[in-house]
């Protein structure tokens, strides 16, 4: 191809994408934690051994599932107050569903047996703009992998870098605890975002907001670890800056 064949190609394509936007909603793709094969995973099949790009926004979420229910009983958008199905809420540091070893799941056998973790599951919810992506994906960070984004965000926010002012990659390493093996992620900042898209990202995070609700809870496996090896590191909500 000519350089001008390329150039009229890009632009052919540019136009071609505008115009099929206009046609559907464009929704965020959620990436989950697949502890088995150390990749994050999309709903497409699509899967990454590391995301590299700028985490856009950080949501603070929590759900409670009875054993072999599809559906939360209670859910919690700040690890605060929750609000179960009857609209009744609950203070998250009293509710007894958020002590350790409360956690119950369903055997080989179809029976309910008791859990080391906590009833009640935490997590974050990521907003990623990885490198080369037109939007931004939905990434799941398990409880075992807290502790070490809390203390990402807080190393961010001592240098009064927010999390959308720099780039960051997100890594995932093998961890094991109990005899269990699994993944835990690993963030390590890089160069900081220029000025003038520091802008363009802001605006798009507050636009894609509009339309993505990333405090709902729905799906128990989003939460998921790969068993009760899997230590849940306890974060005092005092700690995470936002």
């Given at each position: 191809?000519?350089?001008?064949?390329?150039?009229?190609?890009?632009?052919?394509?540019?136009?071609?994408?505008?115009?099929?936007?206009?046609?559907?909603?464009?929704?965020?793709?959620?990436?989950?934690?697949?502890?088995?094969?150390?990749?994050?995973?999309?709903?497409?099949?699509?899967?990454m051994?590391?995301?590299?790009g700028?985490?856009?926004?950080?949501?603070?979420?929590?759900?409670?599932?009875?054993?072999?229910?599809?559906?939360?009983?209670?859910?919690?958008?700040?690890?605060?107050?929750?609000?179960?199905?009857?609209?009744?809420?609950?203070?998250?540091?009293?509710c007894?569903?958020?002590?350790?070893?409360?956690?119950?799941?369903?055997?080989?056998?179809?029976?309910?047996?008791?859990?080391?973790?906590?009833?009640?599951?935490?997590?974050?919810?990521l907003?990623?703009?990885?490198?080369?992506?037109?939007?931004?994906?939905?990434?799941s960070?398990?409880p075992?992998?807290?502790?070490?984004?809390?203390?990402?965000?807080?190393?961010?926010?001592?240098?009064?870098?927010?999390?959308?002012?720099?780039?960051?990659?997100?890594?995932?390493?093998?961890?094991?605890?109990?005899?269990?093996?699994?993944?835990?992620?690993?963030?390590?900042?890089?160069?900081?975002?220029?000025?003038?898209?520091?802008?363009?990202?802001?605006?798009?995070?507050?636009?894609?907001?509009?339309?993505?609700?990333?405090?709902?809870?729905?799906?128990?496996?989003?939460?998921?670890?790969?068993?009760?090896?899997?230590?849940?590191?306890?974060?005092?909500?005092?700690?995470?800056?936002?």
């Amino acid at each position: 191809m000519t350089t001008t064949a390329v150039a009229e190609y890009d632009e052919l394509l540019a136009r071609e994408l505008e115009y099929e936007a206009d046609g559907f909603q464009l929704t965020p793709l959620r990436f989950t934690v697949e502890h088995r094969t150390r990749n994050f995973a999309g709903p497409d099949g699509q899967t990454m051994r590391t995301v590299k790009g700028v985490i856009l926004k950080s949501q603070i979420n929590r759900g409670y599932w009875k054993p072999g229910n599809s559906k939360p009983v209670c859910t919690s958008s700040d690890g605060i107050k929750g609000v179960d199905v009857n609209g009744v809420e609950r203070q998250c540091a009293k509710c007894p569903k958020n002590k350790y070893g409360t956690a119950t799941r369903i055997d080989e056998n179809g029976q309910v047996v008791p859990g080391k973790g906590k009833a009640c599951k935490e997590m974050r919810r990521l907003l990623v703009l990885p490198d080369g992506f037109e939007l931004p994906i939905i990434l799941s960070v398990p409880p075992s992998s807290l502790k070490r984004f809390a203390e990402y965000a807080s190393s961010l926010r001592m240098r009064k870098v927010p999390l959308v002012g720099v780039e960051t990659t997100i890594r995932l390493e093998e961890a094991s605890a109990n005899g269990m093996s699994f993944a835990r992620l690993a963030f390590e900042a890089g160069n900081a975002v220029p000025r003038e898209r520091f802008a363009q990202l802001v605006a798009m995070r507050d636009e894609i907001l509009k339309h993505v609700d990333l405090s709902s809870v729905e799906n128990e496996a989003e939460f998921g670890e790969p068993g009760e090896g899997a230590p849940v590191e306890e974060v005092p909500l005092d700690n995470i800056p936002f």
